[in-house]
């Protein structure tokens, strides 16, 4: 079945440091890929999303591509903050399941000033 | 802000006990989900519905309901509950039924505790 693999956290950069979250992806048929954030004490908000192969996602300086011969969706950014600590979840919608929503696990990352 | 809103946003009641956990998704969009997050089982999707109808299922247990109104609002309903139930419980909604990017916009999440 569909599933969502994401690097274990929780991860601990210093500011200005450079990200990299890993998520790979097994789907049956020719899934969407997403990223949200989850901020303390919030629900979960879209950050960036990739509908095909190829395509790169980007916001708020988070940049992910849509590696289909790799099956991954890596998150990166080039410079964290403070502020971008959070819990970051990949997910996948997948036309071949009835576009069913599949969830990692989640990685916690903290930034330290 | 996402426009999906949830009430109530704490709820701690008893172990049997029955409640019910409401949101309205955002203006425009027929699809309900709901998710449940606890600390051990991560991030879970219960159930879904599409304008009225009983979508997707998930990881729900049958002492747990939910259901759709025209008006497209849906109450998550939880009975007998045990310890283990405590989490945060996410509504999320979407435009259609899902499709190439259909985006989910979440709730803020209604906070459970069974004591």
């Known amino acids: 079945g569909d599933s969502v693999t994401q690097m274990e956290g929780p991860v601990t950069l210093s500011e200005e440091a450079f990200l990299t979250i890993n998520c790979t992806y097994t789907?049956?048929?020719?899934?969407?890929l997403f990223w949200y954030v989850q901020y303390p004490g919030e629900g979960l908000q879209l950050l960036l999303k990739?509908?095909?192969?190829?395509d790169k996602g980007s916001n708020k300086g988070f940049e992910a591509t849509y590696r289909k011969e790799t099956t991954s969706f890596h998150l990166e950014k080039g410079s964290v903050q403070v502020s971008d600590s959070a819990v970051y979840f990949c997910?996948?919608?997948?036309?071949?399941?009835?576009?069913?929503?599949?969830f990692g696990t989640g990685t916690s990352l903290t930034v330290i000033p | 802000d996402s426009g999906v809103t949830q009430t109530p946003k704490h709820l701690i009641t008893a172990t049997g006990q029955r409640v019910t956990l409401r949101c309205s998704p955002r203006?425009?969009?027929?699809?309900v989900y709901w998710y449940q997050q606890s600390l051990d089982q991560g991030l879970q999707f219960l159930i879904q519905y599409y304008n009225g109808e009983e979508r997707a299922k998930g990881n729900i247990l049958e002492r747990f309901s939910a259901q759709q109104f025209p008006d497209l609002h849906s109450e998550l309903n939880l009975s007998s509950l045990e310890l283990g139930d405590s989490a945060l419980y996410f509504c999320?909604?979407?435009?259609?039924?899902?499709?190439?990017?259909?985006?989910?916009?979440f709730g803020p999440g209604t906070r459970l505790t069974v004591l």
């Open positions: 203006s425009g969009d027929l699809s």
């Open positions: 999320a909604s979407s435009v259609v039924a899902g499709g190439p990017g259909d985006t989910q916009y």
């Open positions: 997910a996948l919608s997948d036309r071949g399941t009835g576009n069913q929503f599949y």
């Open positions: 990739a509908t095909k192969a190829d």
């Open positions: 789907a049956t048929g020719y899934p969407s």
